[in-house]
């Protein structure tokens, strides 16, 4: 067990060596640089090979609308925050402070695993696999939500844009490309379903916020919400949709600045919870 410890880049440790730090700088640049890069190209331009039906990523959206169809202005905006937020992260591996070498380098492996899934989801999609893209989808939610709950201490300017963002979008995803799978998106059943699940992201977001006093969750899910709550609005005024996202990203919004103000005030709200809990909760008194 020692030895496969040892060997695990997902084993936790005390310290890393500097052949591992130097290891993870490469990989998490080019990782990084991969899932940029794939992401802006098909932003901009559709694939040209195979015979499956190539559009854009927003093309996609907007080709075959669902319940989870999202505003792709706001969406956009999303991953260009998340993208400079990650090169901020990547910049601490450089740092001449070795805890925020040792925190950066502790969630590499899965932030690297993270890139990965996230190019070959965008590699599907854009070529309409969407069954296997949903795959992917389930696999990096496996890989985030286990980051999550192994290293979930760690400062704001590492937690968010490796942890809690990319998080809460590979959940609202796996709704979004979800709901691509079905036959016929738009259809009666499958609106009624979307009107079910959407009240997902409240719960999943409100776990977060209430167990782990994390507003940088609740803020992600609260922005795609409303990303899913605008784009409903502006296909179908008449419909109840777009209503329960927009609720959904007003009790989250509220629910974060609830948390947030008091963490940045430094009068945190105490839920009542054991000490261990306590050693758990992310974002603690982080300046």
């Known amino acids: 067990m020692t030895d496969w410890n040892r060997h695990n880049p997902f084993s936790k440790r005390e310290n890393h060596s500097a052949t591992s730090v130097t290891i993870y700088k490469v990989l998490t640049i080019l990782t990084w640089l991969l899932s940029l890069v794939v992401s802006v190209y098909y932003t901009i331009h559709a694939p040209h090979d195979g015979f499956t039906i190539r559009k854009r990523i927003w093309d996609q959206n907007s080709l075959y609308p669902s319940a989870f169809t999202m505003n792709s202005v706001i969406a956009s905006i999303y991953w260009i925050i998340l993208f ?9 591996l450089f740092s001449s402070n070795a805890d925020h070498v040792h925190a950066a380098a502790s969630v590499g492996s899965h932030f690297i695993m993270n890139n990965l899934f996230h190019f070959a989801f965008v590699m599907l999609f854009v070529r309409s696999h969407f069954h296997w893209a949903e795959v992917i989808l389930v696999l990096n939610f496996l890989n985030l939500t286990s980051l999550y709950f192994r290293h979930n201490t760690y400062p704001r300017f590492i937690h968010t844009p490796v942890v809690s963002m990319p998080l809460a979008w590979t959940y609202v995803a796996l709704h979004w490309n979800g709901a691509l799978m079905v036959p016929n998106p738009t259809s009666l059943v499958a609106r009624i379903f979307g009107n079910i699940f959407i009240w997902g992201i409240l719960a999943y977001g409100s776990f977060y916020i209430v167990a782990f006093k994390d507003y940088t969750m609740g803020f992600s899910l609260s922005v795609l919400a409303a990303a899913i709550g605008v784009s409903q609005f502006l296909r179908q005024v008449i419909a109840l ?14 629910a974060t600045v609830v948390v947030a103000v008091p963490a940045w005030t430094g009068r945190e709200i105490k839920w009542k919870r054991s000490s261990d809990e306590d050693e758990r909760a992310p974002l603690l008194n982080e300046p």
């Open 84 to 92: 400079i937020f990650q090169a901020g992260y990547i910049g601490h």
């Open 241 to 254: 949709q777009w209503i329960f996202a927009f609720v959904i990203m007003a009790v989250l919004f509220i």
